[in-house]
């Protein structure tokens, strides 16, 4: 089935550092792949996206390419926010049928430091 | 354009007890998919409906089931409370329920089971 192996937090920054938060994933066919945050008591909001291989999402500076050859879809922010500090999740939605519901991660805490 | 939007935003229940919890989706949408997410198991799929038809389940015992009106409005209902249910229950809607839509989330529920 499809699985999403997400990089293990919690991961602290300082204010205007550079981050990454490695995601990879395993699924039949070729999944869309989203990056989505979680601020403190609420739910989840769509960061980014990308549906198909070497396509780029984009939002709010933070990036993320679609990458088939290596299934992966790491996450990467040239200059963090202390605004920036929530739990962000990988996940996929497969093709069709059963697949087709969000397989997510397990969340990378991150904490941005003035 | 409203949100996603989920009543209560907060339940106590007693073990043995049944719960009901409510879902209005982005006007226009037609899917709307269930999540259940705690610290353990992080985020897990439960269901989704589309035109009032279940199309989609997770691995999840028959005490949880679901349903969607002809608004797509959808409701949620465990049965016979166990502690273990206690978690943030999310709700996400989209227009068609594809691999490539993006799903929107609500808020959640937080139901705590004593």
């Known amino acids: 089935g499809n699985s999403v192996t997400q990089m293990e937090g919690p991961v602290t920054l300082s204010e205007e550092a550079f981050l990454t938060i490695n995601c990879t994933y395993t699924?039949?066919?070729?999944?869309?792949l989203f990056w989505y945050v979680q601020y403190p008591g609420e739910g989840l909001q769509l960061l980014l996206k990308?549906?198909?291989?070497?396509d780029k999402g984009s939002n709010k500076g933070f990036e993320a390419t679609y990458r088939k050859e290596t299934t992966s879809f790491h996450l990467e922010k040239g200059s963090v926010q202390v605004s920036d500090s929530a739990v962000y999740f990988c996940?996929?939605?497969?093709?069709?049928?059963?697949?087709?519901?969000?397989?997510f991660g397990s969340g990378t805490q991150l904490t941005v430091l003035p | 354009k409203a949100g996603v939007t989920q009543t209560p935003r907060y339940l106590i229940k007693t073990r043995g007890q049944q719960v009901t919890l409510s879902c209005s989706p982005i006007?226009?949408?037609?899917?709307v998919s269930w999540y259940q997410q705690t610290p353990g198991q992080g985020l897990q799929f439960l269901f989704e409906?589309?035109?009032?038809?279940?199309?989609n389940k997770g691995n999840f015992p028959g005490r949880f089931s679901g349903r969607q009106f002809s608004n797509s409005r959808s409701e949620m209902n465990v049965s016979t409370l166990e502690l273990g249910d206690s978690a943030l229950y999310l709700c996400?809607?989209?227009?068609?329920?594809?691999?490539?839509?993006?799903?929107?989330f609500g808020p959640g529920t937080r139901l705590t089971v004593l």
């Open positions: 996940a996929l939605s497969g093709r069709s049928g059963s697949a087709r519901q969000l397989t």
């Open positions: 409906y589309f035109s009032e038809t279940q199309r």
């Open positions: 990308a549906t198909k291989a070497d």
């Open positions: 006007s226009g949408h037609r899917s």
């Open positions: 699924a039949t066919g070729y999944p869309s």
């Open positions: 996400a809607s989209s227009l068609a329920g594809a691999s490539t839509d993006t799903q929107y």
